[in-house]
Nanobody
Framework: HVQLVESGGGSVQAGGSLRLSCAASGYTGSRRCMAWFRQAPGKEREAVAV???????SYANTVKGRFSISKDNARNTLYLQMDSLKPDDTAMYYCAAERGRSTVVAGYALSFPDQIFDYYGQGTQVTVS
């Protein structure tokens, strides 16, 4: 049974930083494409950062240059480093994983996330004021 548990959210002032973590269990994540999504009140869920099994990453234009996604395969943990945060970054942030196709590339997964990701965590709230 795949479980994804996010942590690290909180409240921060504009310009500040946060680091989100996602602990994965029930599988080994090294060969899986994984991602961070976010959903703000009244808005659709959007994929903001993806890392594929080759270690390549892709970012939404709204976060490019400010957010960085990474994986620690030994710890089965996904991270999202968020710098220069803006009030528009306020949202619930979710970790996601695909079932292990291993051939999914980050750019494609970012463009067509609904086709790719099978598992989602419960989310962690990020509030920027």
């Amino acid at each position: 049974h795949v479980q994804l548990v996010e942590s690290g959210g909180g409240s921060v002032q504009a310009g500040g930083s946060l680091r989100l973590s996602c602990a994965a269990s029930g599988y080994t994540g090294s060969r899986r494409c994984m991602a961070w999504f976010r959903q703000a009140p009244g808005k659709e869920r959007e994929a903001v950062a993806v890392i594929d099994s080759f270690g390549e990453s892709s970012y939404a234009n709204t976060v490019k240059g400010r957010f960085s996604i990474s994986k620690d395969n030994a710890r089965n943990t996904l991270y999202l480093q968020m710098d220069s945060l803006k009030p528009d970054d306020t949202a619930m942030y979710y970790c996601a994983a695909e079932r292990g196709r291993s051939t999914v590339v980050a750019g494609y997964a970012l463009s067509f996330p609904d086709q790719i990701f099978d598992y989602y965590g419960q989310g962690t709230q990020v509030t920027v004021s």
